[in-house]
C-alpha cells in the first residue's frame, strides 16, 4: 500500500511538474504558483472539511424516483437551484446546500447563485463559503446561512457590488 502511494504521489508530481515545464510564464511568477497550490489546498480542504455528493447522492438524498439518477442532481442546477463544484474530474454538490431534514435545496441557494452568476465561478463561491467574513462578524457564511440568510445575502450583495467595473 504505502509502495502504491508513494508511485501515485511521484506521478502526481511528474504531472504537475510537466505540465510548469513549458509555461515560463506561471512559473517565472511566484505569486502565481503560490496561488495555485494555496487552492488546491484549500479546495482539497473544503472536500474533506465542508463535502460535497455525487449526482447519484444528491438523488438519494431527496428520494428522488427518477429512473437516471445523475440527471437529477443537473436539473437542479439547470434550475438554478444548487451549484456543483468540479473536483478530481467529477461534478460534486457541496452538502451544505440541502436541507437535512428533506433533502432538498434550500431556497436561499437560488437566492445566492442569481447574485452571484455571471462573477464568480463555482470554486470561488465555495470557497467564499468556508472563509471568515468581516460583515458577518468574522463569522463564515457558512456559520450564517441556516441563523441568518438575509445577512448572508446582503454579505454577498456588498461584496458583489464591489466587483463590478
Avoid: C
Avoid at 512559473?27 to 480542504?45: G, K, P, Q
Avoid at 436539473?75 to 431534514?101: C, S, T
Avoid at 460583515?135 to 440568510?149: F, G, I, R, V, W
Amino acid at each position: 500500500m504505502i509502495h502504491l502511494d508513494y508511485h501515485r504521489r511521484q506521478r502526481s508530481i511528474s504531472s504537475a511538474i510537466g505540465f510548469f515545464e513549458d509555461k515560463p510564464e506561471i512559473y517565472n511568477h511566484d505569486s502565481l504558483a503560490f496561488h495555485i497550490l494555496r487552492n488546491a489546498r484549500m479546495r482539497n480542504e473544503f472536500m474533506r472539511e465542508v463535502g460535497a455528493l455525487t449526482s447519484e447522492e444528491v438523488a438519494g438524498l431527496s428520494l428522488s424516483q427518477a429512473k437516471n439518477r445523475a440527471a437529477y442532481a443537473r436539473k437542479l442546477q439547470a434550475e438554478n437551484k444548487i451549484f456543483a463544484v468540479e473536483f478530481q474530474g467529477e461534478q460534486r454538490y457541496p452538502a451544505f446546500q440541502f436541507d437535512a431534514q428533506s433533502g432538498k435545496p434550500k431556497p436561499v441557494i437560488k437566492q445566492i447563485l442569481e447574485i452571484a452568476k455571471d462573477q464568480w465561478l463555482a470554486w470561488q463561491l465555495a470557497l467564499w463559503f468556508v472563509t471568515p467574513n468581516g460583515y458577518l462578524d468574522d463569522q463564515t457564511p457558512l456559520e450564517k446561512l441556516d441563523a441568518a440568510p438575509e445577512a448572508v445575502l446582503d454579505t454577498l450583495r456588498k461584496e458583489a457590488g464591489e466587483l463590478e467595473f
